[in-house]
Nanobody, 126 residues
Framework: QVQLVESGGGLVQAGGSLRLSCAAS????????MAWFRQFLGKEREFVAA????????RTRDSVKGRFTISRDNAKSTLYLQMNSLKSEDTAVYYC???????????????????WGQGTQVTVSS
């Protein structure tokens, strides 16, 4: 069983930065693909960024490319999302997710993930 706990959310002004962290416990590591999703109020959860188990492959949503960077530290069992140049439309609850996928695979669809964190709120004021 894998448990995921996000942290790092909060209130920030437009143009500012935040770094989200997702601490994983249980049997994780390079065999688990991970990702960040976000959910706007009243909307479906949407993909933000994904990273393969070994950290070599990443995928990022077009609307956040150049602003958000996903990374991981398998030695610390931690996933990160560095968010720069934040906009008010980035306001959402951000979730991390994990699934077994080998060292190279990335997945963009929420149903592909078996484990989810509880979410962390990011609010960007304009």
């Amino acid at each position: 069983q894998v448990q995921l706990v996000e942290s790092g959310g909060g209130l920030v002004q437009a143009g500012g930065s935040l770094r989200l962290s997702c601490a994983a416990s249980g049997r994780t590591g390079s065999s688990y693909a991970m990702a960040w999703f976000r959910q706007f109020l009243g909307k479906e959860r949407e993909f933000v960024a994904a990273i393969s188990g070994g950290g070599l492959n990443t995928r990022t949503r077009d609307s956040v490319k150049g602003r958000f960077t996903i990374s991981r530290d398998n030695a610390k069992s931690t996933l990160y999302l560095q968010m720069n140049s934040l906009k008010s439309e980035d306001t959402a609850v951000y979730y991390c997710a994990a699934t077994r996928g080998g060292p190279y695979a990335t997945y963009l669809e929420a149903p592909a993930y078996d484990y989810w964190g509880q979410g962390t709120q990011v609010t960007v004021s304009s």
